[in-house]
Protein backbone atom coordinates (compact mmCIF):
# COMPACT_ATOMS: atom_id res chain seq x y z
CA UNK A 1 0.00 0.00 0.00
CA UNK A 2 1.20 3.27 -1.15
CA UNK A 3 2.06 6.00 2.35
CA UNK A 4 0.42 9.06 0.04
CA UNK A 5 -2.50 9.91 -2.32
CA UNK A 6 -1.73 9.26 -6.38
CA UNK A 7 -1.60 11.83 -8.26
CA UNK A 8 -3.80 10.60 -11.20
CA UNK A 9 -6.75 10.02 -9.46
CA UNK A 10 -6.63 13.57 -7.78
CA UNK A 11 -5.61 15.43 -11.25
CA UNK A 12 -9.39 13.56 -12.51
CA UNK A 13 -11.27 14.53 -9.80
CA UNK A 14 -10.36 17.54 -10.09
CA UNK A 15 -10.50 18.00 -13.86
CA UNK A 16 -14.21 16.63 -13.52
CA UNK A 17 -15.32 19.44 -11.14
CA UNK A 18 -14.37 22.28 -13.25
CA UNK A 19 -16.14 20.45 -15.87
CA UNK A 20 -19.65 20.15 -14.15
CA UNK A 21 -18.75 24.03 -12.47
CA UNK A 22 -18.04 24.87 -15.84
CA UNK A 23 -21.32 23.12 -17.21
CA UNK A 24 -23.48 24.38 -14.55
CA UNK A 25 -22.21 28.37 -15.20
CA UNK A 26 -22.90 27.16 -19.14
CA UNK A 27 -26.41 26.58 -18.56
CA UNK A 28 -27.06 29.09 -15.95
CA UNK A 29 -26.02 31.72 -18.39
CA UNK A 30 -27.56 29.81 -21.44
CA UNK A 31 -24.74 29.65 -23.62
CA UNK A 32 -24.28 25.90 -25.29
CA UNK A 33 -20.55 25.98 -24.60
CA UNK A 34 -17.83 23.93 -23.22
CA UNK A 35 -15.26 24.67 -21.04
CA UNK A 36 -12.70 23.98 -23.91
CA UNK A 37 -14.95 25.54 -26.33
CA UNK A 38 -14.67 28.46 -24.21
CA UNK A 39 -11.02 27.94 -23.96
CA UNK A 40 -10.75 27.93 -27.36
CA UNK A 41 -12.59 31.03 -28.44
CA UNK A 42 -10.58 33.27 -25.99
CA UNK A 43 -7.82 31.36 -27.13
CA UNK A 44 -8.31 32.80 -31.02
CA UNK A 45 -10.02 35.88 -29.67
CA UNK A 46 -6.22 36.75 -27.74
CA UNK A 47 -4.15 35.81 -31.03
CA UNK A 48 -6.63 37.71 -33.62
CA UNK A 49 -5.62 40.51 -30.77
CA UNK A 50 -1.89 40.25 -31.10
CA UNK A 51 -2.87 40.49 -35.09
CA UNK A 52 -1.80 36.37 -35.68
CA UNK A 53 -3.99 33.98 -37.70
CA UNK A 54 -5.17 31.04 -35.59
CA UNK A 55 -4.58 27.47 -37.38
CA UNK A 56 -5.68 24.16 -36.12
CA UNK A 57 -2.02 22.65 -35.74
CA UNK A 58 -2.36 25.60 -32.51
CA UNK A 59 -5.11 24.85 -31.15
CA UNK A 60 -3.73 20.98 -31.31
CA UNK A 61 -0.39 22.56 -29.09
CA UNK A 62 -2.73 24.79 -27.05
CA UNK A 63 -5.19 21.90 -25.72
CA UNK A 64 -2.48 19.48 -26.43
CA UNK A 65 -5.28 16.90 -28.29
CA UNK A 66 -4.59 14.96 -31.40
CA UNK A 67 -5.63 16.49 -35.05
CA UNK A 68 -8.81 13.82 -34.92
CA UNK A 69 -10.09 15.41 -31.68
CA UNK A 70 -9.03 19.04 -32.81
CA UNK A 71 -11.14 18.64 -35.59
CA UNK A 72 -13.91 17.34 -33.51
CA UNK A 73 -14.26 20.22 -31.44
CA UNK A 74 -13.82 22.66 -34.03
CA UNK A 75 -16.67 21.27 -36.04
CA UNK A 76 -18.76 21.25 -33.26
CA UNK A 77 -17.87 25.09 -32.94
CA UNK A 78 -18.65 25.74 -36.43
CA UNK A 79 -21.42 23.88 -36.96
CA UNK A 80 -22.65 25.98 -33.78
CA UNK A 81 -21.80 29.27 -35.88
CA UNK A 82 -19.12 30.51 -33.41
CA UNK A 83 -16.13 30.52 -35.92
CA UNK A 84 -15.45 30.06 -39.86
CA UNK A 85 -12.73 28.22 -41.70
CA UNK A 86 -10.98 30.79 -44.46
CA UNK A 87 -8.40 29.80 -46.59
CA UNK A 88 -5.35 32.03 -46.71
CA UNK A 89 -4.04 33.40 -49.80
CA UNK A 90 -0.74 31.64 -49.53
CA UNK A 91 -2.04 28.09 -49.41
CA UNK A 92 -5.69 27.71 -49.93
CA UNK A 93 -5.13 24.31 -48.46
CA UNK A 94 -4.41 26.06 -45.36
CA UNK A 95 -7.79 27.44 -42.91
CA UNK A 96 -7.53 29.78 -40.52
CA UNK A 97 -10.20 29.95 -37.65
CA UNK A 98 -11.84 33.33 -37.66
CA UNK A 99 -14.47 33.66 -34.89
CA UNK A 100 -17.79 34.29 -35.87
CA UNK A 101 -20.52 37.72 -34.88
CA UNK A 102 -22.35 35.01 -32.57
CA UNK A 103 -18.59 34.21 -30.82
CA UNK A 104 -18.71 38.20 -30.67
CA UNK A 105 -21.70 37.75 -28.97
CA UNK A 106 -20.57 35.71 -26.10
CA UNK A 107 -16.99 35.56 -25.84
CA UNK A 108 -16.74 38.07 -22.95
CA UNK A 109 -19.54 36.36 -21.09
CA UNK A 110 -17.39 33.17 -21.58
CA UNK A 111 -14.12 35.08 -20.99
CA UNK A 112 -15.89 36.12 -17.76
CA UNK A 113 -17.13 32.65 -16.83
CA UNK A 114 -13.64 31.40 -17.15
CA UNK A 115 -11.95 34.08 -14.72
CA UNK A 116 -15.34 33.55 -12.12
CA UNK A 117 -14.33 29.52 -12.63
CA UNK A 118 -10.72 30.32 -12.01
CA UNK A 119 -11.61 32.75 -8.73
CA UNK A 120 -14.04 30.20 -7.73
CA UNK A 121 -10.90 27.43 -8.06
CA UNK A 122 -8.36 29.25 -6.42
CA UNK A 123 -10.12 31.14 -3.65
CA UNK A 124 -8.27 30.74 -0.44
CA UNK A 125 -4.94 29.74 -1.89
CA UNK A 126 -2.03 31.79 -1.48
CA UNK A 127 -0.37 32.93 -4.53
CA UNK A 128 2.92 31.12 -3.73
CA UNK A 129 0.76 27.82 -3.95
CA UNK A 130 -0.38 28.76 -7.19
CA UNK A 131 3.42 29.13 -8.24
CA UNK A 132 3.83 26.07 -6.88
CA UNK A 133 1.08 24.32 -8.69
CA UNK A 134 2.16 25.58 -11.79
CA UNK A 135 5.85 24.48 -11.56
CA UNK A 136 4.36 21.40 -10.17
CA UNK A 137 1.73 20.84 -13.46
CA UNK A 138 4.65 22.13 -15.91
CA UNK A 139 6.38 19.38 -14.79
CA UNK A 140 4.12 16.66 -15.06
CA UNK A 141 3.03 17.95 -18.51
CA UNK A 142 6.74 17.71 -19.22
CA UNK A 143 7.29 13.97 -17.82
CA UNK A 144 3.98 12.69 -19.97
CA UNK A 145 5.14 14.31 -23.54
CA UNK A 146 8.69 13.55 -22.88
CA UNK A 147 7.21 9.62 -22.44
CA UNK A 148 4.82 10.10 -25.09
CA UNK A 149 7.75 11.17 -27.81
CA UNK A 150 9.81 8.36 -26.85
CA UNK A 151 6.96 5.65 -27.40
CA UNK A 152 6.40 7.09 -30.79
Do not use: W
Amino acid sequence: MLDRKLTVPEIKCVSNLIRRYISMTSNENKIDLTGQHMHILCFIEDKQAQGRDVFQHDIETELNVRPSTATAILNVLEKNGYIRREPIKKDARMKRLVLTEKADGVKSLAFNMLLDAESHITEGIASEDIDVFFRVIEKMKENLCDKNKSDN
